[in-house]
């Protein structure tokens, strides 16, 4: 392994990883321990990648709990991901590889299940080419609510101080070396949207992670807290992922004909419908992400394809003779690299079985006859992850297994207490 010196003035380099819910978590290492950390790695407990989003370690779950002890993985520095953070003179942060304790890459990761995917494009020579859109909102961090009572989506300025906050976040983004395109007010009061530039799909992953976690400390710096939340309010709108996806080989985008969107296109996204419901708990995990998931909202609700129709799940775009699928369902809540690895694999599934996709929807996808319903609740959506053929293929069974655990856990955690909408809705009713 090549050795990476740090940049003059680095006293501590952040050792990162995403656990299970593609939070950032990891270790602080002084500058003089930084030689010995790369080739030694860092112990640390394994919980992160079973744990609940509130970092409750389970008492037990497929992959272990108070009986085993909660046992170790490795963290190992990938050196050549090393960059400095802007916002926080002094310090570095770097990606690491998940192992076990015998130097095997982890069966639990989620970024090494994303490889696994990518290495059978790699067999091929494919470049899948990944860009994600998330959409979040900054709030008070006292009464949790926006700023101000109005929308002002796609305005460049206001009174508020979000003009303020989006430019100082694009700025240090860029210093952090993020390949910022854009950002904007969005279609909720308070909420905002920063997009990247599309790349090769693990950089694209680790580059929005690594945004999702800089946009809540810089938004914390302003006194304020960002959240990714899917449904933070019944009446604005919700937030979503949106997974902007190519293939590419020798130069050459895959979906693209002479006369249109090739074949190859087509059975891929014939494989993304397909498994678009199978794969719904990967990019929605929560009791609130399926809150989003309501009609005449502009979060799909069926499993549609179309055009430039942002009712349907899956978006054909084209731009200058070139294509590419949008795929709308997630939220910006999920562990990105599950989301991709899940998407990428179903399209080329379906191009290995040459899978057609259904009539393309040329109106309102809502109210389309002919359209399957995705899942409208956890439960439904674990049911129909635990019962796809193609998940267990692509993904580790015992990563199925504890995702599903987790993800149950965390229904349990949210629908066993009784809340004040109840309380409320049937006393003196009942």
Not at 97 to 116: F, M, T, V, W, Y
Not at 177 to 200: F, H, N
Not at 332 to 339: D, I, Q
Not at 413 to 427: D, L
């Amino acid at each position: 392994m090549t050795e990476s010196l740090l940049p003059e003035g680095i006293h501590t380099v952040e050792m990162i990883f995403a656990d299970v819910f593609g939070i950032l978590r990891g270790k602080k290492v002084p500058a003089a321990q930084w030689a010995r950390a790369q080739h030694e790695g860092s112990h640390i407990p394994g919980a992160p990648l079973y744990w609940g989003v509130r970092c409750e370690c389970p008492d037990e779950s497929p992959a272990g709990g108070m009986d085993e002890g909660y046992p170790d993985m490795v963290i190992m520095p990938v050196p050549e991901t090393l960059r400095t953070v802007p916002w926080r003179p002094g310090i570095a942060q770097v990606w690491c590889e998940i192992e076990d304790e015998h130097g095997n890459p982890s069966p639990l990761c989620p970024r090494n299940a994303l490889k696994d995917v990518l290495r059978e494009f790699e067999v091929d020579g494919i470049d899948a080419k990944i860009a994600l859109e998330m959409e979040f909102y900054l709030l008070d961090r006292e009464t949790f609510q926006p700023l101000m009572s109005n929308m002002n989506t796609y305005g460049v300025y206001d009174s508020s101080p979000y003009d303020a906050v989006l430019t100082d976040m694009m700025k240090n983004l860029v210093d952090y070396g993020l390949p910022v395109e854009a950002g904007m007010q969005e279609y909720g009061t308070g909420q905002m949207e920063i997009t990247l530039r599309y790349d090769s799909a693990l950089r694209a992953a680790d580059d929005a992670i690594l945004m999702r976690s800089a946009v809540k400390e810089l938004a914390a710096k302003h006194g304020l807290v960002a959240t990714y939340m899917a449904k933070p309010f019944d009446n604005e709108s919700g937030s979503g992922l949106h997974v902007h996806q190519s293939l590419w080989k020798d130069g050459k985008n895959l979906f693209d004909a002479a006369d249109g969107p090739s074949e190859y296109a087509m059975h891929y996204l014939g494989g993304l419908q397909k498994r678009i419901g199978e794969f719904s708990l990967l990019g929605s995990w929560s009791v609130n992400d399926y809150k989003r998931r309501q009609d005449f909202t502009l979060s799909p609700t069926t499993d549609s394809w179309g055009g430039d129709n942002r009712t349907v799940a899956i978006r054909m775009i084209e731009a200058h003779g070139s294509y590419r699928f949008e795929q709308r369902d997630a939220c910006s809540t999920s562990n990105l690299y599950l989301t991709v690895a899940g998407q990428l694999a179903a399209g080329i599934d379906g191009v290995r079985n040459a899978v057609d996709p259904a009539p393309r929807c040329e109106l309102n996808a809502y109210t389309d006859p002919t359209a399957k319903r995705l899942p409208r609740t956890v439960l439904e959506g674990i049911a129909a992850l635990e019962g796809s053929d193609l998940a267990r293929k692509v993904f580790k069974p015992l990563l199925v297994d504890t995702y599903v655990d987790t993800v149950r856990r965390e229904y349990d955690a949210i629908m066993q207490p009784v809340s004040e909408i109840e309380r409320a809705r049937y006393i003196g009713a009942v």
